[in-house]
């Protein structure tokens, strides 16, 4: 596996390689959900680049940039048995430079659900996705669903920006227990891992109304916020695949999204109808 931190050596590397990229940006402190997405991008490509940067301009001030979960060494075992072919692993001084030209997430759609307590994180996102995506001209880059509006918004760039980078979804992987898996788990005490479960039998609970054909999205939200009390709720909403509102559960067509604070963590998820 080789290691580059510089985009323009990146870029040379790449140059004249002909074959087709899968590409992985991660943050680091990596989990089967990302092995999972390394996987996808073999069976689906000739190469797989990975990229790891933690990324400032996505955090805002006072949240969690200092203490993000960083595992270097164990990152790179993990990616060389996955058998990733580059590892991109950029100092911050790489991408960025001063006065910078960034991206803005579009009004709406950027400041709804996580937006709307994070105001200006979806810029962040979108700034360094669309940089790492210049850098390694990938054909097709891989994003979990769990993170279902950054995924939305990374497409919604690519069709609006008319880039041709195609944005493969891939399904959540969850624990055992049904937590899903995020680098975040790791700041949960045993008794906010076990409040944290409650985000996920939220959803289950979606799924079995569902699956009796409740579809009424008000009825199916009002016993979503019964099994995730008492934890701070930060939103819970039955959205089509276009991110808007509807009123019932269109199967085919639904994304079921909840946003809880188990103890100090903000914790996501989601499921797909
Ligand atoms: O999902 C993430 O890990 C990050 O938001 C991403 C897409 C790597 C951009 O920094």
């Known amino acids: 596996m080789k290691i580059i931190s510089n985009p323009v050596e990146l870029k040379e590397y790449l140059k004249y390689k002909k074959e087709s990229i899968g590409f992985v940006p991660t ?62 692993f950029p100092h911050s001084y790489d991408i960025y430079g001063d006065d910078e030209v960034s991206l803005s997430a579009p009004n709406v759609r950027g400041y709804v659900l996580e937006g709307t307590s994070r105001p ?22 891989y994003f979990g669903k769990k993170d279902a509006q ?37 700041y949960l005490s045993s008794s906010e891992r076990k409040d944290a479960l409650k985000i996920s039998a939220s959803l289950h609970s979606a799924g079995i109304m569902v699956s009796k054909n409740i579809l009424d999205s008000k009825e199916i939200i009002k016993k979503m916020r019964e099994v995730l009390s008492p934890l701070e709720i930060f939103y819970v909403e039955i959205l089509n695949r276009d991110f808007e509102q509807i009123s019932h559960v269109e199967i085919g067509n639904t994304v079921i999204l909840v946003e809880a604070k188990a103890g100090t963590t903000r914790l996501l998820d989601n499921i797909w109808l």
């Open 27 to 88: 943050m680091g402190a990596l989990h089967e959900g990302h092995i999972s997405l390394i996987k996808k991008a073999k069976e689906e490509n000739e190469l797989v680049i990975v990229s790891i940067f933690l990324n400032p301009t996505q955090f805002l001030k006072g949240e969690d940039l200092d203490k993000y979960p960083k595992k270097d060494d164990a990152d790179k075992h993990i990616c060389k048995l996955s058998g990733v072919d580059v590892l991109f």
């Open 150 to 186: 950054q995924l939305n918004l990374i497409s919604l760039m690519i069709k609006q920006l008319f880039m041709s980078t195609l944005i493969v979804p891939v399904d959540t992987v969850r624990e055992n227990d049904g937590l899903a898996l995020s680098s975040r788990n790791v």
């Open 120 to 141: 200006s994180h979806f810029n962040g996102v979108l700034t360094v996705v669309m940089k790492l995506l210049n850098i390694v001209n990938p054909t097709r880059a």
